[in-house]
């Protein structure tokens, strides 16, 4: 039975990474119809980055991590991913190379081997069974939505962004300028990743490959949940990190994955627009 | 004020406009009509830089705006309120016209109460999402949308098309309204007797083309009636 218990701070906490990196795809995704391969990587730039500034303070690797990321995923989408705006497959193709390269580059920079961030002494320890690193990321996720919505819904530069989200064209011709409206989402989105890169120091060691055990999930959570949806990604990323370990306390690594995938199939056969989807008269 | 000269627009390889050229002047209302088909959309989307002009030129008060991007459009002065009462349907009604304030070059709260005066009927709903609003209301929102900017050309592409009629009424009536108070305009209208009443001049495309043009009166003429008969 207390297996059982253990597994749910495990699963609660890799939803909470999952949801911190599905948040900035579902929005370029819903956004910009971007497929971003890449954002993976920034993940694991993150990652790197509470790694190259374990000495200095483990609270400061946060907005390191968010800005670092933030910044490259401002400079992929102005360098490469605008030019491909209306062609997703070229996209996709095209940021998973770019995600090929960061990784060689982590690679020549950092070492092939993984490193290990050592956890600050104040997350070491928790209560019951709730390790405070566990803890601490369900904090960050609860935290980075809270302000996400904030940010969404009581902001004019959220609202801008909600209207290209909702209806480019006319977001265009209403004056927004929606190019530089793209540029603040990237960043925004990106630096999540970073954050969430930061989160999974605490609970594992980092590699050049960081991102890749990741983005299938959050695609998964972005699909499930409905399409640049908050409330969609929350319940999708928890539920999915939930059936992941304990798919994994049941059975193991491997067929965990199976169980996984076999559910999300299953569920989008039910629902293919996921949790939640834009309603109203103007679409129906 | 606006002055179009050969404009030539489509999409990929079908091209849809011609060489189109027409003229708004000062405070005046012009009509833009022609059967299905004939490029009316495509010649406001043009216009506005929702579709890149492929020949021609768009000259608003004076400025080559042809490769201007159709927010920088918008801050010019120039208004749209696209076919089809299109609204940000998640947004609230309210929201709706924050979001286009927000982006407008003055940014006046008067604005908004101006635009909610032309349609008082938006009042009651500011807190509702857009989407769940009649066709009419999110047609009036969307007018009220392109108000808020304080244009200085508005232009409309059939503002009502599937309508109800008592809403048709109002926007009829908004419409003259905002012409008597000297607001220049652009209207894409399919309903004759419509034009008669609003129109200062007309311009009639057919085939991507401007098949007649004149001032309101001409309209009566037999010629005119063969152009746009179904």
Known sequence: MEGVLNQLPIGLSIGAVLLLIALGLTFTFGQMGVINMAHGEFIMAGAYTAYLLQSVGFLIALPAAFGVAGVMGLVLERLLIRHFYGRPLDTLLLTWGVSLVLQQAARDLFGAPNVQVVSPTWLRGGVGILPYNRLFIMALAVLSVVAIWAYLHRTGQGRRMRAVMQNRRLAATSGINTGRVDQVTFFIGSGLAGIAGVALTLIGPVGPTLGTYYIVDAFLVVVAGGLGQLKGAVLAALGLGLLNSYAEFWSDASLAKVIVFVAIIGFLQLRPQGLFVLRSRALS | ?230
């Open chain 2, 1 to 230: 004020m606006l002055s179009v000269e050969g404009l030539e627009a489509g999409y990929g390889r079908a091209r849809v406009l011609f060489g189109v050229s027409l003229e708004v002047t000062e405070g005046r209302l012009v009509c833009v009509m022609g059967r299905n088909g004939v490029g009316k959309t495509t010649l406001l989307n043009t216009i506005m830089g929702v579709l890149p002009a492929t020949a021609g030129s768009v000259t608003f008060e004076g400025r080559d705006v042809t490769r201007l991007r159709p927010d920088e459009r918008v801050r010019l002065g120039m208004g749209y309120v696209p076919q089809g009462h299109e609204t940000f349907p998640q947004l609230t009604v309210m929201d709706n016209l924050m979001v286009t304030l927000e982006a407008s070059p003055h940014r006046d709260p008067t604005a908004l109460e101006e635009a909610l005066e032309v349609f008082p009927r938006l009042k009651p709903l500011l807190k509702r999402p857009a989407g769940f609003l009649s066709g009419g209301q999110q047609q009036q929102l969307a007018m009220a949308r392109a108000l808020v900017t304080r244009p200085r050309l508005l232009i409309l592409d059939e503002p009502t098309e599937g309508i109800q009629p008592s809403i048709i009424i109002e926007i009829e009536e908004a419409i003259e309204r905002l012409h008597a108070a000297g607001l220049a305009m652009l209207l894409v209208e399919q309903y004759l007797d419509l034009a008669l009443r609003l129109a200062d001049s007309f311009v009639i495309l057919d085939a991507g083309r401007v098949a007649h043009s004149g001032a309101a009166e001409e309209l009566r003429g037999e010629q005119v009636h063969r152009l746009l008969a179904v």
